[in-house]
């Protein structure tokens, strides 16, 4: 066990590699109820409209136009184009909720209080849990429960009944592989994963492996790849701003955002491979071959599935390009790597 943003969280259960390959084979399951949940809600009078005006004035996500029962990733961002948090927005009938990432959940709520206007208000849902089952044969097992939970397309949302309490399933996740979230009241929480261990095919799975899943599969993390000094065009989550957002340019940070990506930012995020089976962990500084310093290591280890040592990091953008050679000074040693494409293992979300 260890603590993370006030919590106790399972770092391994059987070991950190058998969870990753469990995940990527079978189906892995993994408590994620440290997230922050938190609904915004239009307050008498005020429409679901009135609340995706507020929220859009602080992300660049598009969210007046996301459908009922969808989900969006976006990004809260500060008036310099930094990144607050990375989030995941649904929404239901009379409300959005976001899910947030645990050691952000406090700084977020502060930051969209400080924008939205008396006609929305903010519901802390700690009555709430969230469990995460992922990889190839989560379909399989949860249909086993819920019986047209193959009818979820990814990043689609639905309220399903397990013994007349409502579960607010989703098919999405943060490994790469097809997987779900569940969302349900915390008092139950417990009981649904035993019933989902008591299949053969889950396996229980703490931090370490959601860290080598979401690494391989070329995720971003909050505080190593992302933060406020950190705009979405050089971690490359251009993709997140949809071109109704770019033409509104009514967002937080717009104009250095928008700046970047017509001109093109000093900076970019890039997946690192080792050429030595040497990890190159977090913090790492980066050289070119001709002894410049060009950038560093956010986030690194050993990649199970890959069977190599993984990472990203920043590089100068002019050392960007798949196949540049770098050296990483590894604890005061030189580590031959280079640019490497993400994500290093393929996505499998089923987009049918």
């Known amino acids: 066990m260890v603590t993370f943003a006030g919590f106790d969280l399972p770092l391994h259960f059987d070991g950190v590699i058998s969870e990753h390959h469990a995940t990527r084979t079978l189906a892995g399951l993994f408590d994620v109820s440290h997230m922050g949940i938190i609904d915004l809600i239009a307050n008498d009078g005020h429409g679901l409209s009135a609340t995706a005006e507020v929220l859009e004035k602080i992300t660049p996500a598009a969210i007046s136009d996301l459908r009922n029962e969808r989900l969006r990733y976006g990004l809260l961002t500060n008036n310099e184009g930094g990144i607050i948090d990375d989030l995941i927005v649904s929404r239901h009938d009379d409300r959005f909720r976001l899910v947030l990432n645990a050691s952000r959940t406090s700084a977020d709520i502060s930051y969209i209080e400080r924008t939205i206007s008396p006609k929305v208000r903010i519901e802390l849902r700690e009555d709430l849990a969230q469990l995460a089952l992922q990889g190839p044969k989560?379909?399989?097992?949860?249909?086993?429960?819920?019986?047209?939970?193959?009818?979820?397309?990814?990043?689609?949302?639905?309220?399903?009944?397990?013994?007349?309490?409502?579960?607010?399933i989703s098919r999405s996740g943060y490994t790469g592989e097809d997987g779900f979230e569940l969302v349900v009241p915390a008092g139950v929480a417990g009981r649904i994963a035993e019933q989902l261990l008591d299949d053969d095919r889950v396996f229980p799975c703490g931090l370490g492996a959601r860290d080598t899943l979401r690494l391989e599969a070329g995720l971003c993390l909050y505080g190593h790849e992302l933060n406020e000094s950190t705009t979405p065009v050089e971690a490359g989550l251009a993709w997140t701003i949809q071109q109704r957002r770019r033409n509104e340019a009514s967002f937080a940070g717009a104009d250095t955002i928008l700046g970047q990506l017509a001109s093109g930012p000093e900076r970019k995020r890039v997946g690192v491979s080792a050429l030595t089976k040497r990890p190159i962990r977090e913090g790492t500084k980066l050289r070119s071959e001709d002894d410049d310093q060009v950038g560093t290591i956010t986030s690194g280890g050993y990649g199970p599935t890959c069977n190599r040592p993984v990472a990203m990091g920043y590089v100068d953008t002019r050392y960007a390009r798949v196949g540049t050679s770098l050296v990483a000074d590894v604890r005061g040693k030189d580590v031959p790597c280079e640019v490497t494409k993400l994500p290093f293992v393929p996505h499998n979300y089923r987009r049918d």
């Open 138 to 168: 989560s379909s399989e097992v949860l249909s086993q429960i819920f019986s047209d939970i193959d009818e979820l397309k990814f990043m689609q949302r639905h309220e399903f009944l397990w013994n007349g309490i409502v579960c607010d």
